[in-house]
């Protein structure tokens, strides 16, 4: 990814549109972000992060609301747009936040946008819907870098680029993972813990149900002198007991039931004879008490036989009245259908009355409608005249309304005119002051070269003074250590000395235990013994000796080295002390040399600014001039326009005075012939709506009165047929009434009645009819088998009964839990056999998955997770890729190594740095290193990493690199091999940009992006190429 052109909109310290031009470098791919302290030089960096990824470039920098300016007007939005190169193509991605306007309640204006941008300027969208999520998986798929990445190769910020160096275990981890996707080795971790934990508990649950089987024995079992009851009293018994013992318990109850069963059936014997005997005896009772409830019934429908010979005669009497009703019915059909045509006559005469009345009314209001005709004839010839003269005011008033508009349009011209010339009057005088500004400034920024050379004079008197104090610290500190160093080894020298005398000593002592008197010693040759060595007490073995001698000759080594590099620091501050005297200074000096830094730093930055703001005034005056030209053609233009305008009003009056004159003397105005006309209108419509109102009525009235004669004499014909048909009805029924054996009426009437009471009546005389003959017979044929017979007496077979039910129940209870017991035993065998056998399976498979979750978790001698174990394979491809750039950086005096050494307090291992001292040979940790040592281990892992980053994943182009760190912690020698690093890099094709306030690399870089903070607290940003 190449950055072509930055846009900042009310971001950070930028009030208003910044656009930061990388093209504006040229050929040079190495620049420094220079400016004062809180200028915006990081809101750069932060801008590019957000539009690649939505947040800032620093931890510290995450919350994008905190991005808005506080200077932007409330009408802008916040946005950062990236134009930027990847692999031949070019991409434009926008991200503008939304904000709460002053009077709304709600944020507007959000916008995401991701285009690709083609070489005749056209766009087309880099993804399907322009959604934030959609844009940054599209963003991390071209880049091949997550944001983590990206702040850890790419874009160096401040306080990231450290942490991969100086982190602990645990904080590399973390990173390592975010770089390298490695937390899918973590996953499987946890989900084989997980897959643990779920084995643990089927175990437990296996286990459990294996405990309540057995529980489930002493539950449903007897309790009894027994092989199992003897094993379960047991505290500890294994699962082959039980089983046994279960077996035998299952043999016992299986034995026990071919003894029951006969007992049972003897009694089941018995019952089912007694059963037969009740049976028999309940059935003759039953059968008695049937033939005396059916001899009473027949005494009672014997008394009911006079009743039913009165219902039949009412039966018979219906059936005729029934015949009677048919012509009943007709006679009173003809009596409705007479009075029925007595009343429409009545309605239709009443109805002709009134339509003759209507008639005549209407007939009179259309004849004098009529007369009314020549009236309405002369009013429409009227009307025909006033219309014609329409068009006459119709043109007039076209003609002042063109004059009104051309009259606007000159007051309208004549106004801006004015207003023109007092704008161009205004800006006549804005011009002459910028003019002036710019001169002022010009003259400021013509300092600029002898302010520079002053700084850089400064700052070198300031950057040895520096150095000096911080050697004499260092000389100081080794100093002390010397001393120390001395003190230990003198100490170990002098222990060692007495312990090797004192074994010396013992060794004499036990040679002298071997001298005897009178004979030759071994060592001086005399015979004599007067003094004999004594042996000392508490003396070391020869083995604690030469430990000793060991750790006395190392203290000594540490020591010269101590003393060599003190004698190596005091030679440096020497050279420093020299350097310092080749500048003229002084230790009077030295308390002055920071004030003058900062005097000369602020002539510089006045200067600049002077410069800046006349770059921008003379920018400003230049377009000034170019629009005052403009303005003049713009007044004589406005001049031509103003007199056509005038010419025009001239003819249109004259034209509107010709019109007016041709106009007819008797109508004032347009409005006054309008006016005339609807009147006129409203007269002709409302006397043409009359007559047709008058004729439409008089036509109804006329038809409605002869359809009302035709009527009456219609219904007239109905009645007289009506009265005849009535007559023939009654003559009818009359007849029928005397045929049917009815006196009159009257009788007829008492006998009807309805087909329901007809069938009610058939019903109850069958029913009675039927019960009587059933009852006879049953009663004949019961006389001969219960005359004279008694009940039989139950109570005594039933007590019998009782006695052997309760026996054949005790024994099927008996038996049934024989049966029981057999068959839960033989199922509760099988169950706890199935579940220990499942047990037993489940712990193996819960004993394996521990061991194997314990060794990739990092529960190990080396205190490795299955995790850290790829992550530190990353680390070693990290160091050794480092450690090329390192050895140059530091002369070959450091390497970075992957330290063997355990965390304590149980923590995981094998992701901490050591670095080799070659001075020293010794091995330390890289937190011992100084500033600048730091800075140059960083930059070499930060190169590292991105080398294996782009091998390990290699759809990668890492064509960028921006540092925001402390290249002020390096010295001369060191910060010129850094640069050179750099600009070795940006050989193979990368653009590197650095945040530095050292003037020593601002001076080697070819061009450098200026952040100017101006007095009103906002920046602008400009490159200065060299």
Not at 273 to 278: K, T, V
Not at 694 to 720: G, T
Request: proline content about 1%; some cysteine; glycine content about 4%.
């Amino acid at each position: 990814m190449k950055p072509i052109q930055l846009t900042l909109t009310a971001f950070g310290p930028y009030k208003e549109k910044e656009v930061i031009d990388f093209r504006q470098l040229g050929a040079h791919r190495l620049f420094a972000i220079s400016g004062q302290t809180g200028a915006g030089k990081t809101t750069i960096f932060d801008g590019i992060s957000y539009a690649l990824f939505g947040s800032g470039s620093g931890e510290d920098r995450k919350d994008t609301k905190t991005m808005r300016s506080d200077f932007a007007d409330d009408k802008d939005y916040t946005a950062v747009e990236l134009l930027f190169e990847l692999r031949g193509k070019t991409y434009r991605i926008l991200r503008q936040q939304g904000h709460v306007k002053k009077g709304n309640k709600t944020a507007t204006g959000e916008r995401f946008e991701f285009f690709e941008v083609h070489a005749d300027g056209t766009e087309t969208p880099a993804v399907d819907r322009q959604k934030v999520s959609d844009i940054n998986k599209r963003l991390e798929e071209l880049l091949g870098l997550t944001q983590q990445q990206f702040k850890q190769i790419v874009m160096l910020p401040q306080g990231e680029f450290r942490k991969l160096l100086t982190s602990d275990s645990k904080e590399k981890e973390e990173i390592l993972r975010k770089i390298f996707k490695t937390e899918p080795y973590d996953q499987l971790v946890k989900k084989l813990d997980a897959k643990r934990l779920v084995m643990q508990k089927e175990t437990a649950k296996a286990r459990a149900t294996y405990e309540a089987q057995v529980q489930q024995l002493r539950a449903n079992l007897p309790q009894r002198e027994s092989e199992l009851f003897t094993v379960l009293a047991q505290e500890n018994h294994n699962v082959y007991q039980v089983l046994e013992a279960l077996k035998a318990e299952e043999t016992y109850y299986t034995e026990q039931l071919p003894l029951h069963e006969a007992t049972l059936k003897q009694y089941e014997h018995q019952q089912s004879a007694l059963y037969e005997q009740l049976g028999q005896a309940k059935q003759f009772n039953d059968q008695l008490s049937h033939y005396e409830q059916t001899f009473t019934q027949l005494t009672a429908l014997e008394a009911q036989q006079q009743t039913m010979r009165a219902v039949q005669q009412q039966l018979e009497a219906a059936l005729r009245a029934k015949e009677v009703h048919v012509y009943e019915q007709q006679r009173t059909v003809a009596m409705q259908e007479m009075q029925q045509a007595k009343q429409v006559i009545t309605t239709v005469e009443a109805e002709r009355k009134r339509l003759s009345k209507q008639f005549t009314t209407a007939q009179a209001s259309y004849q004098e409608q009529q007369a009314q005709t020549a009236a309405r004839e002369d009013d429409r010839i009227q009307l025909d005249r006033l219309q014609q003269l329409l068009p006459l005011y119709e043109a007039r008033n076209e003609k002042h309304r063109a004059l009104q508009q051309l009259q606007a349009e000159q007051e309208k011209a004549k106004q801006q005119y004015d207003e023109h010339q007092e704008r161009l009057t205004n800006f006549k005088i804005l011009l002459e002051s910028v003019e002036r500004d710019y001169r002022e400034q010009a003259q400021k920024a013509s300092d600029l070269s002898e302010a520079e050379r002053s700084y850089y004079e400064a700052q070198k008197r300031y950057d040895a003074y520096r150095a000096l104090q911080q050697q004499q610290q260092i000389v100081q500190a080794t100093f002390e250590k010397v001393e120390q160093q001395y003190e230990k080894f003198r100490i170990a020298d002098e222990h060692y000395r007495q312990q090797y005398e004192c074994w010396l000593q013992n060794e004499a002592a036990q040679l002298a235990d071997l001298l005897e008197d009178g004979k030759p010693c071994a060592v001086c040759g005399s015979t004599e013994h007067p003094k004999k060595a004594q042996r000392a007490a508490d003396v070391l073995s020869k083995a604690e000796i030469e430990k000793l001698q060991a750790n006395a000759t190392e203290q000594q080594r540490i020591y010269s080295e101590c003393k060599a590099i003190h004698t190596q620091a005091a030679q440096l501050r020497d050279e420093y002390m020299k350097r310092c005297e080749e500048l003229a200074m002084t230790e009077a000096d030295y308390p002055h040399i920071a004030a003058q830094l900062e005097a000369q730093r602020q002539r510089v930055d006045i200067a600049q600014q002077a410069q800046q703001q006349s770059q921008k005034l003379l920018k400003q005056l230049d377009n000034g001039k170019l629009k005052l030209t403009q303005e003049l053609e713009n007044e004589r233009a406005q001049v031509a326009v103003l007199q056509q305008l005038q010419m025009k009003v001239q003819v249109d009056t004259e034209s509107l005075r010709e019109v007016t004159a041709r106009l007819p003397q008797q109508f004032a105005s347009e409005e006054a012939l309008r006016e005339q006309i609807t009147q006129l209108q409203q007269q002709l419509q409302q006397a043409t709506k009359r007559f047709e109102q008058a004729e439409a009525q008089y036509q109804h009235a006329q038809r409605q009165y002869e359809a009302i004669e035709n009527r009456l004499k219609f219904s007239e014909e109905a009645l007289q047929k009506e009265s005849v048909r009535f007559e023939q009805a009654t003559t009818r029924f009359d007849e029928a009434l005397a045929a049917l054996q009815f006196s009159d009426e009257a009788h007829y009437k008492e006998a009807k009645r309805s087909d329901s009471e007809r069938e009610a009546m058939r019903e109850q005389l069958a029913t009675y009819e039927d019960a009587y003959k059933r009852t006879k017979a049953i009663v004949e044929n019961g006389e001969a088998q219960f005359s004279g017979k008694q009940r039989i007496a139950l109570e005594q077979l039933e007590q019998q009964l009782q006695q052997v039910t309760a026996l054949v129940q005790q024994a099927q209870a008996t038996h049934h839990q024989l049966t029981q017991y057999a068959t839960f035993s033989a199922r509760c065998y099988t169950d706890i056999a199935a579940s220990s056998k499942e047990v037993d399976a489940l712990l193996q498979q819960e004993n394996e998955l521990t061991t194997l979750y314990d060794v990739l978790r990092g529960k190990n001698p080396k205190k490795i997770s299955f995790e850290r174990y790829v992550q530190i394979g990353f680390l070693e491809q990290i160091t050794e890729a480092a450690n090329i750039r390192l050895r140059y950086l530091s002369n070959g005096q450091f390497t970075l190594q992957c330290s063997d050494r355990l965390e304590g307090g149980g923590k995981q291992s094998g992701l901490s740095l050591d670095v080799y001292d070659a001075y020293t040979g010794l091995m330390r940790d890289v937190k011992t290193l100084s500033g600048g040592e730091k800075f140059n281990a960083s930059l070499a892992l930060a190169l590292g990493m991105a080398d294996v980053i782009q091998s390990f994943q290699g759809n990668i182009q890492i064509e960028t690199m921006f540092i925001d760190e402390g290249f002020g912690s390096l010295d001369e020698e060191t910060l010129t091999k850094a640069v050179d690093t750099l600009v070795d890099l940006q050989k193979s094709g990368r653009m590197i940009g650095i945040i530095s306030h050292v003037n020593e690399l601002k001076a080697a870089m070819p061009a450098v992006l200026q952040v100017t903070k101006s007095k009103e607290g906002f920046s602008t940003t400009s490159f200065i190429v060299k």
